[in-house]
């Protein structure tokens, strides 16, 4: 009998965690020809969603439980789902339902032909989310897509199915600076994407705000970022935005009202323009330099600070 993981991230989850326990025993009733490993790990959620996992984890043999000693984000809780999934099949899922679980028999189904290594999902529509979020995500995926080898599918979620192959290849990327989406597209494999329309979350609110997602984004560029450094290449923005703005001030009030001083004013825009290029430029550098620097400190992932496994690397 093969064996599937499934992997789900809580972040202050309390509200909608009963409601997915439910869903989910409800497709695993369905789904005899396997066995299940659940693990939930609880990334420093500041609500009883530690309280609540262990309770499913008493009462079901199925369900193991990690959880961090604070926030490390979604993304090492994914990388410490992978770590400790033993089974033939590993599937990442979010707890607020908004991956439904009901489609994870068709999954299973697809990837158990042996034609793909991988079943991924795709939103096909972002119904129920602001407009201005959808249109940078689109333009964000156009971009990225453009800039880098990494195919990555625009409303790509971190919900897919997996082989353990593809598993492993994926912990063997031990990077610090994570963004999953990139990580798949770039290990390769044969991967079905499976398109599914919007779901709104249970319960609880969306973890990401807008600048998290820009953040997010950067992530994905670049790979990291380093506050000091950012803030250099949006200064050097500004300095040239303001720089364009004032020149074309000093042109109007040339052309309406004269100027007895000639030539300074030219000069002086000039110097701030090139020197706010300079400065962005450096500061896009900067965003690399401070990448190699987070990566060559090699701090862990994430810190468990319980677990209902006994033998497992508490620092990974
Ligand atoms: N999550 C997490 N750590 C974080 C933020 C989120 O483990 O720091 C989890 C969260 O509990 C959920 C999943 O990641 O299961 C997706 O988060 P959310 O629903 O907020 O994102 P969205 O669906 O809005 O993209
Ligand atoms: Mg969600």
Same mark, same amino acid.
Request: a neutral charge; charged letters at 25%.
């Given at each position: 009998?093969?064996?599937?993981?499934?992997?789900?991230?809580?972040?202050?989850?309390?509200?909608?965690?009963?409601?997915?326990?439910?869903?989910?025993?409800?497709?695993?009733?369905?789904?005899?020809?396997?066995?299940?490993?659940?693990?939930?790990?609880?990334?420093?959620?500041?609500?009883?969603?530690?309280?609540?996992?262990?309770?499913?984890?008493?009462?079901?043999?199925?369900?193991?439980?990690?959880?961090?000693?604070?926030?490390?984000?979604?993304?090492?809780?994914?990388?410490?789902?992978?770590?400790?999934?033993?089974?033939?099949?590993?599937?990442?899922?979010?707890?607020?339902?908004?991956?439904?679980?009901?489609?994870?028999?068709?999954?299973?189904?697809?990837?158990?032909?042996?034609?793909?290594?991988?079943?991924?999902?795709?939103?096909?529509?972002?119904?129920?989310?602001?407009?201005?979020?959808?249109?940078?995500?689109?333009?964000?995926?156009?971009?990225?897509?453009?800039?880098?080898?990494?195919?990555?599918?625009?409303?790509?979620?971190? =919900?897919?199915?997996?082989? $353990?192959?593809?598993?492993?290849? #994926?912990?063997?990327?031990? &990077?610090? *600076?994570?963004?999953?989406? !990139?990580?798949?597209?770039?290990?390769?494999?044969?991967?079905?994407?499976?398109?599914?329309?919007?779901?709104?979350?249970?319960?609880?609110?969306?973890?990401?705000?807008?600048?998290?997602?820009?953040?997010?984004?950067?992530?994905?560029?670049?790979?990291?970022?380093?506050?000091?450094?950012a803030v250099a290449s949006w200064f050097g923005l500004g300095c040239t935005?303001?720089?364009?703005?004032?020149?074309?001030?000093?042109?109007?009030?040339?052309?309406?009202?004269?100027?007895?001083?000639?030539?300074?004013?030219?000069?002086?825009?000039?110097?701030?323009?090139?020197g706010g290029?300079?400065l962005f430029?450096?500061g896009?550098?900067?965003?690399?330099?401070?990448?190699? =620097?987070?990566?060559?400190? $090699?701090?862990?992932?994430?810190? #468990?600070?319980?677990?209902? &496994?006994? *033998?497992?690397?508490?620092? !990974?």
């Amino acid at each position: 009998m093969k064996k599937v993981s499934l992997i789900i991230p809580c972040y202050n989850e309390a509200e909608g965690l009963p409601a997915f326990d439910k869903e989910i025993n409800r497709i695993m009733s369905d789904l005899l020809d396997y066995c299940f490993e659940i693990i939930y790990v609880n990334d420093g959620s500041t609500d009883s969603t530690l309280q609540i996992i262990k309770g499913f984890s008493e009462e079901q043999e199925a369900v193991k439980y990690i959880s961090f000693s604070r926030n490390f984000g979604k993304e090492s809780a994914m990388y410490a789902g992978f770590c400790n999934a033993t089974g033939d099949y590993v599937a990442v899922m979010d707890a607020d339902l908004q991956d439904p679980p009901a489609i994870l028999p068709e999954m299973l189904r697809i990837i158990e032909t042996g034609e793909y290594d991988s079943v991924a999902t795709r939103r096909v529509t972002r119904k129920g989310e602001p407009a201005i979020r959808s249109f940078c995500a689109r333009k964000f995926y156009k971009f990225i897509n453009k800039i880098s080898d990494a195919d990555i599918v625009d409303g790509a979620r971190d =919900y897919r199915l997996m082989t $353990r192959d593809m598993v492993d290849a #994926i912990i063997a990327i031990g &990077e610090r *600076n994570r963004f999953s989406k !990139g990580i798949f597209g770039w290990i390769g494999y044969r991967t079905y994407w499976y398109p599914y329309e919007n779901v709104q979350r249970v319960a609880g609110e969306t973890k990401w705000s807008f600048w998290k997602l820009v953040k997010y984004s950067m992530e994905g560029i670049v790979n990291f970022s380093e506050a000091p450094l950012a803030v250099a290449s949006w200064f050097g923005l500004g300095c040239t935005g303001v720089s364009i703005l004032a020149l074309l001030f000093i042109v109007i009030r040339r052309l309406i009202f004269g100027d007895p001083v000639a030539g300074w004013a030219s000069t002086v825009c000039i110097i701030v323009f090139i020197g706010g290029i300079q400065l962005f430029c450096m500061g896009v550098i900067g965003q690399y330099i401070g990448k190699t =620097y987070t990566e060559t400190k $090699r701090r862990p992932h994430y810190i #468990i600070s319980e677990s209902s &496994e006994k *033998n497992i690397d508490k620092i !990974g």
